[in-house]
């Protein structure tokens, strides 16, 4: 059996085994509630989570016939990712336990596909990690220009009361 094949195959068992490992990055707690609820609205990370890491390997497989000289469309990788980055953006995670699950997966395939596995999965793997961290940043990015904008309006509000300063506009914060 071919690797695409193999992987398509033993979808499940490898989406169950990442989500474990993904959702045991987090508390031991934290971890059980994640994995306890299939219901989004019972278990919104986990669901969210299980979601995410289904896409992205539906997105491995379909470009598994890429060559190598072609990379994965990061935007597509960094969309299929984006709610698992999220959470994880907002929570205490340094970067490398915020995007290391990535790589987990290429040790569950290894020990599923064995003898089918090709260079270009490693290369694809990779890729995706890779997005992962740039959607991380991006999100850390947004996360501190929104507390620093918060600073800014309480600064303000602060001065604006006690008379110090003149009405401003959201733009004339957001400017400066």
Known sequence: MNFKKTLKFK???ILTKWFEITINTYPEETSKIFNRSKNKFDNP????????LE??????????????????????????????????AVQDFSASRAVGFVFELKDIIRQ?????????????????????F???LKCRENIFLLKALEAKK?????????????????EDLLGS
């Open 11 to 13: 979808k499940k068992d």
């Open 154 to 170: 309480r600064t303000y509000s602060a001065f604006e009361r006690s008379g110090l300063a003149e009405e401003l506009k959201e």
């Open 134 to 136: 740039n959607r991380f």
């Open 112 to 132: 599923i596909a064995r003898d089918n596995l090709t260079n270009s999965f490693d290369r694809k793997v990779d890729q995706i990690a890779l997005a992962a």
């Open 45 to 52: 990370v986990g669901v969210a989570t299980y979601e995410c």
């Open 55 to 88: 896409s992205v390997i539906d997105m491995l497989y379909e470009n598994m016939e890429l060559p190598d000289n072609q990379p994965l469309n990061d935007e597509l990788i960094e969309r299929a990712l984006d709610s698992v980055i999220r959470i994880r």
